[in-house]
Structures are given as C-alpha cells and as structure tokens.
C-alpha cells in the first residue's frame, strides 16, 4: 500500500505530481492512501517510503522525468473542483477517475458510471456552495460594519475563492471558518488554522501564500464566468458585483487588477455614472476615489448631495491604460468596450431604480442614450431615459482638471455644481 500525505485540503500540486507517479509506476486506485496531513512533523510519521511519496522535493525532480499526462480540459477543470469538496475519498475518487479515464477509456459519455455520478455530484455541491459564499462575502464587504466573515463551510471552497476575494474588496479582511483563516492584510494574503485547530491565531501560525506549506501557491481557483442570466436574474447589487468579478466579456479584464463595481445601495436617487476606473480605483476597487473621485466629491457637497446616499458607478468597469515608463496611463474606452460592458449598467440599473441618472462625460451617454452624444447640446436640462427615470448631462470631472486656464476653470466648475444641483431638484420634484 502506498501512503500519500498531502500538505492541506486543497494541494493540488502534490495530488497532481503525486498522481503522475503513481500513474507512471501503473499503480492501481486501491492500493494507494491518500490523507491531509494534520501537524506540522505529520510527513514524518510514516517513515521512509511514505516520505518519498509526498516530499515535494523529490517530486518536482521526478517530474521533470515523467510524461506528461493528457487529459480532456474538462475533465481537469472537475478535478481541481473535486479537490474541494468535503468528501475526505475525493483524492482517491480523482486519482481512480483520471486512472479509469486512461486505462479503461472512461470518458463524460459514461453517464451512469458510479465514479462519474459521484464527481458530477460533487462539483455541483462545490460550485452552488461557491456561488452562495460569494454572494455572503459581496454583502460582507458592502456593508463594511466589520472585518471578519465567519463562514461556516461545507466543501473546503475557501482557498479557490482567495482570488476573487481580493478583487471584490482591496482592503483588509478575514475569512473564518472551521477548517482554515483567510487574511487579506491589503497587500498579502495569509492562510492561518481553522476556529476548529485554533481559537486564536499567533503571528508564526499565519503562512503567507507562496510559501510554508502554500509555497508552490498551487490550489485551485475558481474562474465563475457570469453567464447572461446569472446577469439578467441577480437579486442584489452584492450579487451582481460578485459575478462581475469574473467578467471576461472584453479584452479590458486582462491587464486590470480587477473589475471596480458600483457602490452604494438600491433605491438610490440619484446614479451618478462616469466614464471608467482610473489607476487609483483599480487599486482600490471603488469608483471615484482618485483626484477626479475627490472633485467630484467637492462638487457633489456644493451642490447639498451626500455621496453616499446615491449610487456611483462607471459605464466600463475595467481600468484601459497603457504602460509609459512603468506609469499606467489612462486610455479612452472604445465603443465595443462601452457595448460589453452595457449589461452590467443596465443590471444596476434595474436594482438601484434611480429617479435621475447623472451622466459625467460623453462614455457615460454614450452607453445609456446607445449613441454618440455632444455633452455641449446635452448637458445642463433635465432628459427623460425612460418613463420617471430623467437623466442629466454633464461633463466629466477629469475634463475640469485638464482646464488650463484658472478662470475657465472656475467657471466650468460653476457649472458643473449647477448642473448637480439640478439633478438633485429633480429627485425632490
Ligand atoms: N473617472 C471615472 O470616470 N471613473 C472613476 O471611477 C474614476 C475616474
Ligand atoms: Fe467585462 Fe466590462 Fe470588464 Fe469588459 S470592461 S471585462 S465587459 S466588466
């Protein structure tokens, strides 16, 4: 019998090179003991042979002798979701299926084999539980009263949302559940012991990502691409934003740190929509929060609106830039950008259910009027958008910031205050 230790619930890495060894040495599914590890001198414990199994070193040696192993894309995807589920024969159940798959020609056409149904189960469980705890942890951040987020888990699913956590919210949080700590310090993630290990944390108990026994920084991430219904049918402004997290809708997802969403709460009264995330909202993952952000937050007090009693959001929720001496400079959104991205304003839309809908700059028209819009024909009179929605046009902040000349500026700036003040007697109409 071969014994397996893998370092936690979700190494991935040591299954995987693990498996390619045993897979090498013909080894079968039962003959073969997969466990986690539960202390820190655990790979010990089984002697000799058990340690040259699960030492990565010795793997990672091996691995470069080994044959790649050739398996369907899809079939690896469900292995790396199997991986999380609470089923403590998962490691076995996934080494016996890529084994099946390779020496008896198991494929997904295989619908009623007993292994096939088993990972089917298991990779619904883990993705419905992935779907609900971010939903949990959207509301988690836009409530902001606290820091941690008890979580009480099923599957061991905290790991693979690591990713997405740190897009939904740049700031620090922690994730609590029985079996593992999670903490984003702002700048680092952390892995620490469960509530069921430890009721407290010491310093040298957390192990950052990439290294101690995360040191490969190897589990699996789950990528949930929000498909158009998910869109169409979210509840809650906390749901829609964790589906945006994923979008991959435009080429603009890629070079991002992440998707910044709108913030504030339904019924709003007034959406302020603006053009798309600068360098410093990227980062922070909040719209209007770099110089444009603070104008406007100057204008908004002139103009007796409080900012966080409305709605404030981008038409195109990923930051367009180009790299210049290692400074990211902002680019225009194009028009395929501003249509990809209509969905998710108009989703917002739909939830927030605004009276009046500020307009900053021509992108922001552009995506609710679907046309190209000259700001000075528009701006400064009330637009109906539909029925009681009315809309205002005006210009963009960063436009007021690029005035030359002081006396324009001000003047501009004037205008730009009057044109909030007559979004705001619109609500009150
Ligand atoms: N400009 C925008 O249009 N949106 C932001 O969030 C920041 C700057
Ligand atoms: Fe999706 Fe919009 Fe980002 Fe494009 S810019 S990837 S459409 S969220």
Not at 195 to 202: A, C, L
Request: proline share 5%.
């Amino acid at each position: 019998m071969k014994h397996v230790v893998l370092a936690h619930e979700v190494d991935w890495h040591t299954w995987r090179s693990e498996t390619r060894l045993c897979l090498h040495e013909q080894i079968a599914p039962d003959a073969i003991q997969w466990r986690v590890r539960e202390t820190e001198d655990d790979f010990d414990k089984l002697g000799e042979s058990s340690e040259r199994i699960s030492s990565k070193n010795t793997t990672s040696e091996e691995k470069i002798s080994l044959p790649r192993i050739n398996l369907p894309r899809a079939l690896m995807q469900d292995l790396m979701i199997l991986l999380q589920s609470y089923d403590p024969d998962r490691f076995s159940l996934a080494y016996r299926l890529v084994y099946r798959s390779l020496y008896e020609g198991l494929t997904r056409q295989d619908i009623n084999d007993s292994d096939r149904v088993l990972l089917k189960e298991h990779v619904q469980d883990v993705l419905q539980e992935t779907y609900s705890f971010r939903k949990i942890f959207s509301e988690f951040v836009a409530s902001r009263e606290r820091q941690k987020l008890p979580y009480e888990n099923k599957n061991y699913i905290i790991e693979a949302n690591a990713s997405f956590c740190k897009a939904r919210c740049a700031y620090l949080w922690e994730v609590q559940t029985p079996y593992r700590r999670m903490l984003w310090n702002g700048t680092k993630l952390f892995f620490g012991p469960g509530e069921r290990q430890s009721p407290h944390v010491t310093a040298q108990q957390w192990q950052a990502d990439g290294e101690g026994i995360w040191r490969e920084g190897f589990y699996p991430h789950q990528v949930l691409l929000p498909s158009r219904e998910r869109v169409k049918e979210a509840e809650t402004l906390p749901e829609l934003a964790a589906a945006a997290m994923d979008c991959r809708a435009c080429e603009l997802c890629g070079p991002a740190f992440r998707t910044v969403f709108g913030v504030g709460q339904a019924f709003s009264p007034i959406m302020f929509v603006g053009e798309q995330p600068g360098d410093q909202e990227d980062r922070a993952g909040v719209p209007f929060v770099g110089p444009a952000g603070q104008l406007l937050d100057q204008a908004l007090n002139e103009a007796g609106i409080i900012r966080a009693e409305n709605y404030v959001t981008n038409a195109v929720k990923h930051f367009r830039f180009i790299l210049k001496n290692g400074r990211r400079l902002h680019q225009k959104p194009e028009e395929r950008h501003i249509t990809a991205c209509s969905p998710w304003l108009e989703a917002e839309r739909r939830l927030v259910k605004p009276k009046v809908i500020v307009m900053l700059g021509a992108t922001a028209a552009h995506s609710l009027f679907k046309r190209f819009v000259i700001i000075s024909r528009e701006r400064s009179r009330t637009l109906l958008i539909e029925n009681d929605v009315k809309g205002v046009v005006t210009v963009h902040p960063s436009y007021l910031l690029r005035l030359p000349d002081e006396r324009a500026k001000q003047q501009e700036y004037e205008r730009f205050v009057s044109d909030l003040a007559l979004a705001r007697s619109l609500v009150e109409l």
